[in-house]
């Protein structure tokens, strides 16, 4: 009983993983270590810190230079526009 809760843990963790790297457009890079990280005990939890400080979990947005007389949309991108991952930034204390 035990090992198909296991199993079918595993296989929702591999699946998952793969669609989160499609949507969220990870580069191979990570995707091979996300689906790799499933294999040993809780090696997912610090590679999913690691991936949110790095911004692979946050959906990406077209970012347009404010010198640019035109408007862009993630479904018709146009010359001099780039991918870029916000970030959230601590506040500094003052």
């Known amino acids: ?21 499609l ?8 995707t091979l270590l996300a689906v790799i990280a499933a294999a040993p005990p809780l090696v997912a939890v610090p590679l999913e810190m690691g991936f949110r400080r790095m911004g692979l979990l946050s959906a990406r947005t077209w970012h347009v230079p404010a010198s640019t007389n035109y ?8 010359t001099g526009t780039a991918w870029t991952r916000k970030r959230r930034r601590r506040a500094r204390p003052t």
């Not at 009983?1 to 790297?21: D, E, I, N, P």
């Not at 408007?71 to 146009?78: D, E, G, N, Q």
């Open 1 to 21: 009983m035990f090992g198909l809760l296991h199993g079918g843990t595993f296989l929702f963790y591999a699946v998952a993983t793969v669609l989160s790297a």
């Open 23 to 30: 949507r969220l457009r990870w580069p191979w890079w990570a």
């Open 71 to 78: 408007t862009a949309t993630a479904s018709t991108p146009s």
